[in-house]
């Protein structure tokens, strides 16, 4: 596996997580979270959007200097380009003069 296959597995990964978790924050109500029991795994529901928001911003930092990173094709293989530009491989036809016109007649 290539280090660019690597993040954009990465890129993916955080993507969906990240989705994931801005539907599991609940502004005023429950919101999806309430329908699994989340806010139950922790001591109070302060704690739980607490911690919901560290790993959402994360998440987000993640998905950000990912997508930088892979825009900017940092990761692509190239092959090394030489200092000065090649040789045509094939060099052009000679250019011959117009044939003069005949006299009319």
Request: no cysteine; hydrophobic share 45%.
């Amino acid at each position: 596996m290539t280090p660019e296959t690597v993040v954009q597995v990465l890129w993916t990964v955080s993507a969906v997580g990240l989705i994931i978790l801005v539907l599991l924050h609940s502004p005023k109500g429950d919101g999806l979270g309430g329908l699994s029991g989340q806010a139950q795994l922790f001591t109070s529901t302060k704690s739980a959007e607490q911690t919901l928001n560290r790993v959402t911003w994360i998440l987000t930092i993640l998905f950000i200097g990912l997508t930088i990173v892979l825009s900017a094709k940092w990761l692509t293989v190239t092959p090394d380009f030489p200092t000065a530009l090649p040789s045509p491989a094939v060099s052009p036809a000679p250019v011959t003069p117009p044939s003069p016109a005949l006299p009319p007649g």
